[in-house]
């Protein structure tokens, strides 16, 4: 009788052991520790054995049934804290990994460059004023001492806008209206910057696009020399390309400034780089803007926003910042 009690036992305990989950060791619970489970099938039999052997079966019967329960308590809660940990490593979320492959843009090449333009005129005390892309050809030209028949319109390449018919409305071909639209605004003295999207009739190569960005430069106060436009050149090259940048001045000619120049900006290396035009207001311009030519006079300039950007990170073709191409955008 004792053997089979130990017998029952040790099938019981290796049924608890074989239990996978917290579900499976209930089951055995209920069949082998339950009433009609084998030890208590063995109980119900001590009421035929002798009375000396009925204590010791009783009491191998009952030191069967507490290890079968310790056994079966132990597995279930082993099963239960497994289950929690596998559940707890499922739920995890790694935010850093999340973090990592989100994809943020930033601003173009040209967006850079204008805005570092901004911050470098803003140092040197200049406020910034945008126009209209869409102009009149009395902002765009007329006001700028460049009447209907006059030639140098005929460099502008301009786009026109099929709103009006005679070609008053277009596509404004640089900045320049905008000194206009200023001194219409706000009285003098004037020290402000406009950068902006410009449009010129040209087929793309890899130094022109028909959309391209400029920023004007405007100055009118009382006695403003050409010296003041040279040293302010000259500053805002020290500032924006380094010390070891200088400028210079070359003539040229521009219907809305008088005297006119070129400046160019010389590289460390002793070459140069062409970056835009200049001059001193035409007193036509100054009038045009309401402004009395004997009291005020000022200077401006104008020059290539994305050209700057080109050579700040030696971009070869001009199409290639405008092409929209992820994998040419994403290095800048
Ligand atoms: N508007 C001229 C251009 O687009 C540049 C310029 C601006 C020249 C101001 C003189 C003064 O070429």
Redesign the pocket.
């Given at each position: 009788m004792i053997d089979e009690v130990r017998q029952a036992r040790d099938a019981a305990l290796v049924r608890v052991a074989a239990s996978c989950t917290p579900d499976e060791v209930r089951a055995v619970d209920a069949e082998v520790l339950g009433k009609k489970g084998p030890l208590a099938g063995l109980k119900t039999g001590l009421g035929g054995l002798p009375v000396d052997d009925r204590k010791a079966v009783g009491q191998a019967i009952n030191e069967a049934m507490t290890a079968v329960r310790t056994a079966i308590d132990e597995r279930s809660a082993c099963l239960r804290s497994e289950q929690t940990t596998a559940r707890i490593a499922a739920e995890r979320l790694d935010l850093t990994e999340v973090v990592t492959r989100q994809r943020r843009g930033h601003p173009h090449l040209s967006t850079q460059a204008w805005e570092r333009l901004e911050d470098v005129f803003v140092g040197l005390g200049f406020q910034i004023a945008e126009g209209p892309e869409v102009e009149t050809d009395f902002y765009n030209f007329e006001a700028l001492n460049m009447p209907r028949s006059h030639p140098a319109r005929s460099g502008f390449d301009t786009l026109f806008t099929d709103y009006n018919p005679d070609g008053s409305v277009l596509l404004r071909?640089?900045?320049?209206p905008v000194q206009i639209r200023v001194m219409r605004e706000i009285a003098p003295p004037i020290y402000m910057v406009m950068p902006g999207k410009v449009f010129r009739r040209d087929t793309p190569d890899a130094t022109h696009m028909p959309v391209f960005h400029?920023i004007?430069g405007l100055v009118v106060d009382r006695n403003i020399t050409m010296t003041h436009l040279a040293g302010t050149i000259d500053a805002f090259t020290k500032a924006f390309f380094g010390g070891g940048f200088s400028s210079r001045l070359r003539p040229n000619y521009?219907p809305?400034?008088e005297p006119?120049a070129e400046f160019d900006i010389r590289r460390p290396d002793g070459t140069w780089i062409e970056l835009?035009?200049?001059?001193m207001v035409h007193p036509n311009v100054l009038r045009a803007g309401g402004l009395d030519p004997e009291v005020w006079s000022g200077f401006?300039?104008?020059f290539g926003i994305d050209r700057m950007a080109r050579e700040r990170h030696g971009v070869d073709d001009l199409r290639d910042m405008f092409s929209n191409d992820i994998r040419f955008i994403e290095q800048f």
């Open positions: 071909t640089h900045t320049s400029q004007e521009f809305f400034t006119s835009g035009g200049c001059g401006a300039f104008g």
